[in-house]
């Protein structure tokens, strides 16, 4: 009988996950572009019947029957905010969030990075009634597109701004979902709402009593995603549940563990998210008629006000936040960056696209003409944040330390000249 071989170690699950949000940012950029591209072609009434078409039965009377459009914002972005809960509780058992001092730059951050977006949007909008639920959409960081327009700019990114970017959007997704949970909830059915409790409960103790098979897993999140639909509680809030119950090996020291259901899940469903369910997000919900959009539209309260909020409200917040945070001694100052990069970094924050559009859909439900505003603000304002923030990270001066940094293509050298490996690194 041959010698059972070692399992091999999968590749560091932060490394790899940069390494596909890069690649899937750029294809969500692709993807967006063809939607507008379609939207305001010949093709736009076929692909608006595509998307909205009945295509399945009626899973709730909150939904009505299923179309092509509700299948992917709400079951295919369940797996995305599965991958989601993943990676925040990654980070939080085993990662870069796992200390307190870890947590508190990326938590400052973020937190001011939501709060003034919407202060600004409240502001912009407060003269016109019914805009106030779309408070949130301007507060999310859509880290896929960030993280894309980074991979753009190659070795003049230091890696400590893409580790910044990747904890701040990581902390600012569960500031997402816990406004998805709280703030877009609608009439709670208590009866579904209680058996998709039972059915946390029971992934809960699986993990707790050793239970490691992924399949078994997944067939109970289906079930719960169903149960969560049926409460009233938006149903993509399921996957960041389901996450929170898969076991994590602690690797303390190295990046991975082959034996870890976390690590195995997440590196299985990172290339599935952003090659296919994101960009195809997207393609369906970027699609904005730009026929007859003139000053006016573009300076309506709606569309203006989420605008404002991700391009100067999401800027001011972090790169603020990270400059006080810095001189009152809160935080160090991010390795082998410049205050130039550290600022355009920031600005890249401004880019909510995936998040916001999906927000901007839950805070005006039916009502196409805002649903539409929403959109045409998030593309403005995530398009102004990704440029500009191209562009001052393009010019900005590099730190002294980045070229030693960037002297081994397997590794890093610290300010202190020191080689650092990728895994202490990703650490």
Known sequence: MAPRRPRTAPRSALREFLRSEAA???LLIAAAAAAMIIANSALAEAYHHLLHDRLGPELTPKLGPMTLHLWINDGLMAIFFLLVGLEIKREFVDGRLSTWDQRRLPFIAAGAGMALPAALYLVLTAGTDGLTAGWAIPAATDIAFAIGVLALLGSRAPTSLKLFLTTVAIVDDMGAVAIIALAYTAAIDSLALGAAAGILLIMYVMGKSGVTRLSVYLILAAILWYFVLLSGVHATIAGVLAAATIPIVRTPGAPDSAESPLHRLEHKLAPIVAFFIVPLFGLANAGVSLAGLGADEILAPLPLGIAAGLFIGKQAGIFGAVWLSVRFGLAQRLRGATW?????????????FTMSLFIGALAFPGDVVLIEEAKIGV??????????????????????????CESEQSGEIDADGDVATMEEVNR
Request: glycine share 16%.
């Open 340 to 352: 130039m990069q550290v600022y355009g970094v920031s600005l890249l924050c401004g880019i909510g």
């Open 379 to 404: 593309i403005l304002g995530s398009l102004a944040s990704a440029v500009c923030g191209y562009l001052v990270l393009r010019f900005a001066p590099l730190h002294p330390d980045q070229a030693r």
């Open 24 to 26: 899937g940012g750029i």
